[in-house]
């Protein structure tokens, strides 16, 4: 992830030198001195059995890194988190689950001399492994934030990814390796996918190749992992690619034992589509913290007691979707534009225990944005969003508040830096931030009947009208807004958004399958992933939106909940039809 962690970025200081480039010069000549690998290896003995089984942690505070604690612990193992450079030092094992911009990261460690001692114990062949961030500070530089030095222990510059090849950015998404030989941790991987999120990428070369353990293919062949005897590190997030992740952390951790549960064969061979199921989560009359589904937005039963509609326990079905192979779980608080977010513990709680068993991302969305408490406490929209990433959530989705900011971005032109978007995507990154679309569809006359992007339809209107435009609604569908789909879509764009959720206020609960022309037309009109939400009723659907247009992702709801379809008939209908997907 590439973006600036809770501490400010200030201009980065110089590692082991005057300047940057005698740094540079002094890894080029003093790169790590390694016996050639091995197929197995030992982790440093430890002077008391105690310490065995802990593993060290460094996290300087931007992100979520709950998941990986999980894992570790998931896997039988302590977690000691970092306070000084001494306890990098005397570490038995290291993790660095890096997230945060380049340029602030390098500060962070320079500055509590953390650095220094980075590269003193990954020169001694100390166990290291690298995560996301943690693999590209390795490199000398990126060009993130302009021209910034790393640790320059691998030869190599990170870079974009070029969208001009094609691609979206971030790169979002499950995607296969091709791994090298003697990659160690990744020998039980195959063909199997794992879980990227990022924009930047270091690129292999004559300088680097002794470094590369495998690469990935998205435009072009990035370095995917880097292993240098006991120091490896991976640009995807293993703690985030299920059982497959939890098989690297475990070849990590015990390096020397056999694996105790081998992932089934895989057939990945690049970026696959992912099916997400999504928990619309809210308090029943009761009020008990319950999973509900509405019908065109409304959650509750059409009986004389008009209760809510219950299909199930939040946590109970987020374990439940993971079993059944979702490549992501999304969770919609609905209650979130009225409740106190930071009040609302129940649905951090949710997160907590959902977060020690789910191993692939989550997303949380509902009342994010900012508010000033009965106390007259102001709590900003960022300080919500980092509770929730605290919590677990690896995503979080802004709905009505994002429509204001694009609102005011196109009236003014100006990027005001204040809207919830801007103030978290600039913080945590645009790969954290996922924009809910609320579209009405409204027919009219002709394409010149509004101001707004309009469309020829499939299917005519109820007076036979040939088109219609996208009206974006706020506060659960209940308020329109004077502003189309399309134009919300580049907006949120342009202020940082990471991915659209785009759903559909006709289409929801009808089960009549995903409007195609909507999510077409916003999936060619922006270069963000885009997920097709409401309207999927049998795995036809499923297809159909991915060979109609270019949705990254397809979200399902009641049909997972009533197991009217199941997750993988979803999956073995997309493998049949050619449509690659995880499983």
Known sequence: MEAPPIVSPTKTLPFRSASPSSSLLFRRKHRLNCRRPSRSFTVRASSAASDDSVVTLLDYGAGNVRSVRNAIRRLG?????????KDILNANRLIFPGVGAFAAAMDVLNKNGMAEALCEYIEKDRPFLGICLGLQLLFESSEEKGQVSGLGLIPGVVGRFDSSNGVRVPHIGWNALQIREDSLILDDVGTHHVYFVHSYRAMPSDDNKEWVSSTCNYGDNFIASVRRGNVHAVQFHPEKSGDVGLSILRRFLYPNSPLEKKPTEGKGSKLAKRVIACLDVRTNDKGDLVVTKGDQYDVREHTKENEVRELGKPVELAGQYYTDGADEVSFLNITGFRDFPLGDLPMLQVLRYASENVFVPLTVGGGIRDFTDATGRHYSSLEVASEYFRCGADKISIGSDA???????????VKSGKSSLE????????????????????????QN?????????TNPGPNG???????????GGREGRPIGAYELAKAVEELGAGEILLNCIDCDGQGKGFDID???????????????????GVVEHFSEVFTKTNASAALAAGIFHRKEVPIHSVKEHLLKEGIEVRI
């Open 465 to 475: 009208e040939e088109y219609a435009w996208y009206q974006c609604t706020v506060s």
């Open 449 to 457: 009947y509004v101001k707004f992007k309009t469309i020829k339809v």
């Open 77 to 85: 193992f302590q977690v000691k988190d970092v306070y000084t450079p």
């Open 518 to 536: 909507l999510v077409k037309l916003i999936s060619d009109a922006v270069t963000i992933p885009v997920i097709a939400s409401s309207g999927a």
């Open 423 to 446: 103030q978290i995507s600039r913080v945590y990154g645009n790969q954290a931030v996922v924009v809910s679309i609320d579209p009405r569809r409204v027919y009219v006359k002709n």
């Open 403 to 413: 429509v204001y900011a694009a609102e005011e971005y196109l009236r003014t032109g």
